[in-house]
């Protein structure tokens, strides 16, 4: 059975891949996977969305998000993309999710010269 973590990790590699681009402008999805991240990349992912569901357990059982939804909107509202915990009609749950989302910072991703994606 697959943990709550597992599953928010791999929705926020997921939404990450999906919605980072290459330098040609090509959606990094198209080439890469979970499997494609460097291990510093994947251990600083998984600690980011270890230490979110962590620090945040009280909200997201309040929200009723699966954790596969967790994991798409940590990686779309810390990234200022248009979607993310502020839009899913949660009221004050989601502002707060939002807020808490927004401290962790932006981070990019890209693949580096090794052919794995880094950050």
């Known amino acids: 059975m697959t943990t709550a973590?597992?599953?928010t990790f791999q929705a926020y590699v997921t939404c990450a891949l999906w919605s980072s681009n290459?330098?040609?402008d090509s959606p990094l999805d198209d080439f890469a996977s979970i499997d494609s991240l460097s291990v510093a990349?994947?251990?600083q992912m998984l600690e980011d969305c270890k230490d979110f569901l962590d620090a945040n357990a009280a909200l997201l059982d309040e929200s009723?998000?699966?954790a596969s939804q967790t994991g798409y909107d940590f990686w779309l509202t810390r990234?200022?993309?248009g979607a993310g915990f502020w839009d899913r009609g949660l009221g004050k749950v989601g502002d707060r999710l939002t807020d808490v989302?927004?401290?962790?910072g932006i981070v990019d991703i890209y693949i580096g010269d090794?052919?794995?994606v880094h950050h």
């Open 64 to 66: 009723g998000l699966s």
């Open 22 to 24: 290459d330098d040609n």
């Open 114 to 116: 090794d052919g794995f």
């Open 5 to 7: 973590l597992e599953q």
């Open 41 to 43: 990349t994947a251990a």
């Open 79 to 81: 990234n200022r993309h």
């Open 101 to 104: 989302a927004k401290a962790y």
